[in-house]
């Protein structure tokens, strides 16, 4: 299983951004796909999550200004982040469970300069 991210980068308050998430060797229509983020010296947290039939949640913190979408033909998820704030900075990280086993992307850092 391998879970690619990319998309991250250094932005202005206020600007948007958009992660992409690749998996391979699992069933991604079938799967459960998360976003987490992770500042410095801080745990990791569930940003958004959407399920195979495209239900999604977010953290109250998002709500509004993220969107998480997939598209099964190209094994991939999404994070579309607007009005991003400087507390948004962390690094980002795709995760599924596959057969029991929860699997993590490399993380892509996010930056939001004031």
């Known amino acids: 299983v391998q879970l690619q991210a990319s998309g991250g980068g250094l932005v202005q308050a206020g600007g948007s951004l958009r992660l992409s998430c690749k998996a391979s060797?699992?069933?991604?229509?079938?799967?459960?796909m998360g976003w987490y983020r992770q500042a410095p010296g801080e745990q990791r947290d569930l940003v958004a999550s959407?399920?195979?039939?495209?239900?999604?949640n977010y953290t109250d913190s998002v709500k509004g200004r993220f969107t998480v979408s997939r598209d099964n033909a190209r094994n991939t998820v999404y994070l579309q982040m607007n009005d991003l704030r400087p507390e948004d900075t962390a690094a980002y990280y795709c995760?599924?469970?596959?057969?029991?086993?929860?699997?993590w992307g490399q993380g892509t850092q996010v930056t939001v300069s004031s």
């Open positions: 995760t599924t469970l596959w057969r029991g086993t929860r699997y």
């Open positions: 959407i399920a195979s039939g495209g239900v999604t």
């Open positions: 060797g699992i069933n991604f229509r079938i799967s459960f």
